[in-house]
Structures are given as structure tokens and as C-alpha cells.
């Protein structure tokens, strides 16, 4: 088997992820980096969840993809194009949706602010892969593309070897510091570390709006896809899916009119389209994924057809079903410290002060497929250092949306700028401790807000 040294070995380039490894090679360090997916970039590209908006930021990585999509014509900045309403020609529901842009303004965003950047999936892979190549002098970069991590293997504290599952065999990768930006946490969950799934009891943390006690319940889930006017009625559902029973589907969608859809209009043509939901988010934990997978896009695939048969969507075909599921919310660590809902009100974790603080985020607690039980006004909040550091292993930094939050917490931190500023953290983390020789929880987090330019 091939044996790999490296500084600092990075798992899933999703959002956080492609941001780790390019500020750890900016700081100087030697990276391996790890993708199933054939590109960087993870929900916000093969997911399809081709938009974020520019809200409050520290500067970071997220402008300079913004503008150099922008220039290139690969993205534009506009507001949600067409919400569910009466009134559009997407309607499918009597229900006119709050618009996005509500939930921002709940937020005191600026309302120039309020718009969302829309964008070609493959033009951000291509963005985010020019970055992290411009941030390699010297070749040390090492990038395994359609590779799975599959385990790993500890020892006083301590991952001493990854294997990854690479299209040329298996790689054995021995790194000084991991950071685990898989989203799901596969990773720090073999390494022992405590993860937790679904809501939290009140009394966990103290939050309010939590319920009496701990549940399965998970921020719903969504397969996007793209459609594309052809002139063809969408031909129904392929003979692929013959095996999903779509009956409770379609009684669903009769009962409620349709799923709340949010349409975007793609810079070269076509729409991507955003159901609020596709499904339960704790369907994630009755099925294997690529199971779950099949049944999402079968119902997607019925959802177009349904709305044809409404009057809606003549014409119109789906045209890529994207490979990502979007799950917004799955496994999420337990770590140092646990942002909570009550620290999101208040700006700021307490007890560590705002000059923890490494990323800086803004939306509201949005919790799809429940009513929020949160406050729905408060400004933008910091997130610190301590919740992308595990407890239990030394040289580990988790940077995604499953890093050390409540569920209350994560429905508000999951946006990709968030992850981004997350990403580019322990990057700059990572790289400090090759350079040091410490590791991450020795860090001093004055001078890595330095190098990010925080303060
Ligand atoms: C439907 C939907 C709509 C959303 N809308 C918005 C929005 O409007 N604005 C916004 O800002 N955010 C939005 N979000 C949230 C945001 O897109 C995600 O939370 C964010 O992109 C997550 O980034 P991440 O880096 O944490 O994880 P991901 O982007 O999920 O990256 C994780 C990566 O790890 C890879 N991976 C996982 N396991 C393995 C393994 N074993 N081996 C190798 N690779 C692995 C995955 O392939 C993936 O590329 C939405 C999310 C969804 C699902």
C-alpha cells in the first residue's frame, strides 16, 4: 500500500474544507487533501446549493471567490429570483413564502447586503481549486479526488495513519495534524471523539428554546437539481426509481399544495431548484445514504412531473439531478466548547469573550421542516476557536457544519461563508502548530486572529 507523510491532511474539500487547505499552505505547511466528489467545493457545487449571500464577515476567502466569479461572468448578485407565491409562475401554493430576503432583514443586514450571489457549480469548483493551487509554492500540495476516507488508526491521543480509498488503491496517509471537514464527521467519530445527533434537551445547555428532552430530529434535508426549459414536458419518473413508493409522496404534496420551493436562476441559463424540503432530515438516520439518495431523487423527479400535471413547469425538464445530497444538518461534535442559541443572542460566548472569536456569522436559527422556536432578531454573532477543537484527540480540528454546536445553534451557523471562515481557521491553526510544534489546543488565538487579519 502507498504510504504518504504530510503535515497537515484535510478530509472533504466541501466549503470549509477547500478553505483549510488553502490557508495551511499559506502558512507555510505541506497538505493532503481528500474528496469523494471529483472537485472541490461539496454542497455549495454537487450539492447544488449554488448561492450564498455576502452578510457580516471578517474578510476571507469568500470575497475574492465572489469577485473573481463575478468577473468572469460565472456568477451575478441578485436577490432570491422567484419565491413560492400566488403571484409567480412557479406557484404551487396559496402560501406565499416569506422571502429570503426577510429572513435577512430580521437580521439587520444591510439592504445592499440582502442579495445572494448566485453561481455555475463548476465555475465555483474551478474558483476554489485555482485558489488553493496559487496558495502552493514548492508542490506541496497533494489532492485525492473521487477518494473516500475510510479509517484511521490512533494512539495516545493521537491519529497516527488515514487511509484513504483512492481510484488508483489505497493510500495510507501518516499526518501531523487532521482536520475533519467531512460534514458528517466520519473521521472524528472513528477517532472516538463524542459526537451527538438531533436536538438537545433544555437542560443540556441551558437553552430556552430547546425541548424538555433530547430528540432524532434533524434540520430537513434536500436533493437540488436543475431544470432547463426544453420544450419538453418533464416525462415522468425514470424507470429507475420504480422501486421507491412515491403514493405518501404525492398525497403529501396534494395535502400541502407542494413543497415551499425556492427557484434560482443560474448566470448561463436553467434554474436550480431548493425544496424546503425534500425530506425529513431524520430520514438520514433510517436509511444507508445512497439509499436515502435514490429515494430524494425520486421524489424530485415526481415533484416536477406534479407540477406539470398543475399547469406549472410546461416545458421544463430536469437536467442534472446534483451527485451531493443536501443535508444541513447530521452528526456534530461535542467539543471544547458548545456554541448554544443563547450565546448566538448574546454576540458572543461568555465565558471566553469576543477574542475567541474566528468567524463571525449572521443568519437567524432556520430550521426547515419545524417552526422555529427562536427568537427570530439579534445581530451578527462570533463563533470561537474552542468549537472546532475536540476533546479527546490532540492533533484533530474539526471545521464544518458539524463542528461544536448545538442543533439550535447549527441551524444558524451551517451557511457556507460561515464554513469558509471556519475552514480558513484551522487552516491557519494547523499550519501554526507544524511551525511551532505544537498542536491544536495549544494554540494562542490572539496571534492566529493576527494572521487572519481579526481584530
Ligand atoms: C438545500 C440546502 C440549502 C442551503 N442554502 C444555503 C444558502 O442559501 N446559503 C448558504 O450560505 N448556505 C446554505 N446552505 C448551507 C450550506 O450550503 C452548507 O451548510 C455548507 O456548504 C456546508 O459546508 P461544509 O464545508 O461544512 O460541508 P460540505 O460542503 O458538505 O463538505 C463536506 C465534504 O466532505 C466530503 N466527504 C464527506 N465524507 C467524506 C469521506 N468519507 N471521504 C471523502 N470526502 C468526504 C463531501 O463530499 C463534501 O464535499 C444550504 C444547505 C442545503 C443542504
Redesign the pocket.
Same mark, same amino acid.
Given at each position: 500500500m502507498r504510504i504518504l507523510h504530510t503535515d497537515i491532511l484535510v478530509? +472533504?474539500?466541501? @466549503?470549509?474544507?477547500s478553505a483549510a487547505v488553502y490557508r495551511a499552505l499559506q502558512g507555510g505547511a505541506s497538505v493532503v487533501g481528500?474528496?469523494?466528489?471529483a472537485g472541490p +467545493?461539496?454542497? @455549495?457545487t454537487?450539492?447544488g446549493?449554488n448561492?450564498?449571500?455576502p452578510g457580516v464577515s471578517f474578510e476571507g476567502m469568500h470575497r475574492e471567490i465572489a469577485r473573481r466569479l463575478l468577473e468572469r461572468g460565472d456568477a451575478f448578485v441578485g436577490k432570491t429570483t422567484e419565491y413560492v407565491s400566488a403571484a409567480n409562475r412557479f406557484a404551487t401554493s396559496d402560501r406565499s413564502g416569506d422571502p429570503y430576503e426577510t429572513t435577512l432583514k430580521r437580521f439587520g443586514v444591510h439592504p445592499d447586503d440582502m442579495r445572494?450571489l448566485h453561481y455555475e457549480p463548476d465555475a465555483m469548483s474551478a474558483v476554489l481549486q485555482e485558489l488553493m493551487e496559487e496558495a502552493d509554492s514548492g508542490g506541496r500540495l497533494t489532492l485525492f479526488y473521487n477518494?473516500?476516507?475510510?479509517s484511521l488508526d490512533t494512539q495516545n491521543r493521537r491519529i497516527r495513519t488515514c487511509v484513504l480509498d483512492t481510484p488508483s488503491g489505497p493510500v495510507t496517509v501518516c499526518p501531523k495534524q487532521v482536520i475533519d471537514?467531512?460534514?458528517?464527521l466520519?473521521p472524528a467519530r472513528m477517532a472516538g471523539c463524542t459526537c451527538v445527533i438531533g436536538e438537545d434537551a433544555r437542560e443540556t445547555y441551558g437553552e430556552e428554546a430547546a425541548p424538555d428532552g433530547a430528540t432524532r430530529f434533524l434540520n430537513g434535508?434536500?436533493q437540488?437539481f436543475r431544470i432547463t426549459e426544453t420544450g419538453v414536458d418533464m416525462p415522468g419518473v425514470p424507470e429507475e426509481y420504480n422501486d421507491v413508493d412515491l403514493t405518501g409522496w404525492v398525497e403529501h404534496m396534494n395535502r400541502t399544495m407542494g413543497p415551499v420551493s425556492c427557484f434560482n436562476v443560474y448566470p448561463r441559463g436553467g434554474i436550480y431548484v431548493?425544496m424546503l424540503p425534500t425530506g425529513e432530515g431524520d430520514l438520514y438516520l433510517q436509511y444507508d445514504l445512497p439509499v436515502l439518495k435514490h429515494i430524494c431523487e425520486a421524489r424530485a423527479y415526481r415533484y416536477v412531473q406534479w407540477l406539470a400535471e398543475k399547469g406549472y413547469l410546461r416545458g421544463w425538464e430536469i437536467t442534472h439531478m446534483f451527485p451531493?445530497l443536501?443535508?444541513?444538518e447530521s452528526w456534530r461534535l461535542v467539543g471544547r466548547y458548545v456554541l448554544t442559541i443563547e450565546d448566538i443572542y448574546n454576540g458572543f460566548a461568555p465565558s471566553l469573550g469576543t477574542e475567541h472569536t474566528v468567524a463571525i456569522a449572521d443568519h437567524p436559527a432556520d430550521t426547515h421542516g419545524r417552526g422555529s422556536r427562536c427568537k427570530d432578531t439579534y445581530p451578527g454573532y462570533g463563533i470561537p476557536y474552542e468549537c472546532l477543537l475536540p476533546k479527546e484527540i490532540d492533533n484533530l480540528l474539526v471545521a464544518?457544519?458539524?463542528s461544536s454546536f448545538t442543533h439550535l445553534a447549527a441551524s444558524s451557523t451551517?451557511?457556507?461563508?460561515t464554513?469558509l471562515q471556519l475552514?480558513e481557521a484551522a487552516g491557519t491553526a494547523a499550519a501554526m502548530c507544524i511551525q511551532d510544534g505544537y498542536d491544536p489546543a495549544d494554540v494562542d488565538v490572539t496571534a492566529l486572529r493576527k494572521l487572519r487579519g481579526i481584530e
Amino acid at each position: 500500500m502507498r504510504i504518504l507523510h504530510t503535515d497537515i491532511l484535510v478530509l +472533504g474539500l466541501g @466549503s470549509a474544507g477547500s478553505a483549510a487547505v488553502y490557508r495551511a499552505l499559506q502558512g507555510g505547511a505541506s497538505v493532503v487533501g481528500a474528496e469523494q466528489m471529483a472537485g472541490p +467545493g461539496g454542497t @455549495s457545487t454537487y450539492g447544488g446549493v449554488n448561492n450564498w449571500e455576502p452578510g457580516v464577515s471578517f474578510e476571507g476567502m469568500h470575497r475574492e471567490i465572489a469577485r473573481r466569479l463575478l468577473e468572469r461572468g460565472d456568477a451575478f448578485v441578485g436577490k432570491t429570483t422567484e419565491y413560492v407565491s400566488a403571484a409567480n409562475r412557479f406557484a404551487t401554493s396559496d402560501r406565499s413564502g416569506d422571502p429570503y430576503e426577510t429572513t435577512l432583514k430580521r437580521f439587520g443586514v444591510h439592504p445592499d447586503d440582502m442579495r445572494r450571489l448566485h453561481y455555475e457549480p463548476d465555475a465555483m469548483s474551478a474558483v476554489l481549486q485555482e485558489l488553493m493551487e496559487e496558495a502552493d509554492s514548492g508542490g506541496r500540495l497533494t489532492l485525492f479526488y473521487n477518494t473516500r476516507f475510510v479509517s484511521l488508526d490512533t494512539q495516545n491521543r493521537r491519529i497516527r495513519t488515514c487511509v484513504l480509498d483512492t481510484p488508483s488503491g489505497p493510500v495510507t496517509v501518516c499526518p501531523k495534524q487532521v482536520i475533519d471537514c467531512t460534514g458528517d464527521l466520519l473521521p472524528a467519530r472513528m477517532a472516538g471523539c463524542t459526537c451527538v445527533i438531533g436536538e438537545d434537551a433544555r437542560e443540556t445547555y441551558g437553552e430556552e428554546a430547546a425541548p424538555d428532552g433530547a430528540t432524532r430530529f434533524l434540520n430537513g434535508l434536500t436533493q437540488c437539481f436543475r431544470i432547463t426549459e426544453t420544450g419538453v414536458d418533464m416525462p415522468g419518473v425514470p424507470e429507475e426509481y420504480n422501486d421507491v413508493d412515491l403514493t405518501g409522496w404525492v398525497e403529501h404534496m396534494n395535502r400541502t399544495m407542494g413543497p415551499v420551493s425556492c427557484f434560482n436562476v443560474y448566470p448561463r441559463g436553467g434554474i436550480y431548484v431548493n425544496m424546503l424540503p425534500t425530506g425529513e432530515g431524520d430520514l438520514y438516520l433510517q436509511y444507508d445514504l445512497p439509499v436515502l439518495k435514490h429515494i430524494c431523487e425520486a421524489r424530485a423527479y415526481r415533484y416536477v412531473q406534479w407540477l406539470a400535471e398543475k399547469g406549472y413547469l410546461r416545458g421544463w425538464e430536469i437536467t442534472h439531478m446534483f451527485p451531493l445530497l443536501g443535508l444541513r444538518e447530521s452528526w456534530r461534535l461535542v467539543g471544547r466548547y458548545v456554541l448554544t442559541i443563547e450565546d448566538i443572542y448574546n454576540g458572543f460566548a461568555p465565558s471566553l469573550g469576543t477574542e475567541h472569536t474566528v468567524a463571525i456569522a449572521d443568519h437567524p436559527a432556520d430550521t426547515h421542516g419545524r417552526g422555529s422556536r427562536c427568537k427570530d432578531t439579534y445581530p451578527g454573532y462570533g463563533i470561537p476557536y474552542e468549537c472546532l477543537l475536540p476533546k479527546e484527540i490532540d492533533n484533530l480540528l474539526v471545521a464544518c457544519r458539524g463542528s461544536s454546536f448545538t442543533h439550535l445553534a447549527a441551524s444558524s451557523t451551517r451557511l457556507s461563508r460561515t464554513m469558509l471562515q471556519l475552514g480558513e481557521a484551522a487552516g491557519t491553526a494547523a499550519a501554526m502548530c507544524i511551525q511551532d510544534g505544537y498542536d491544536p489546543a495549544d494554540v494562542d488565538v490572539t496571534a492566529l486572529r493576527k494572521l487572519r487579519g481579526i481584530e
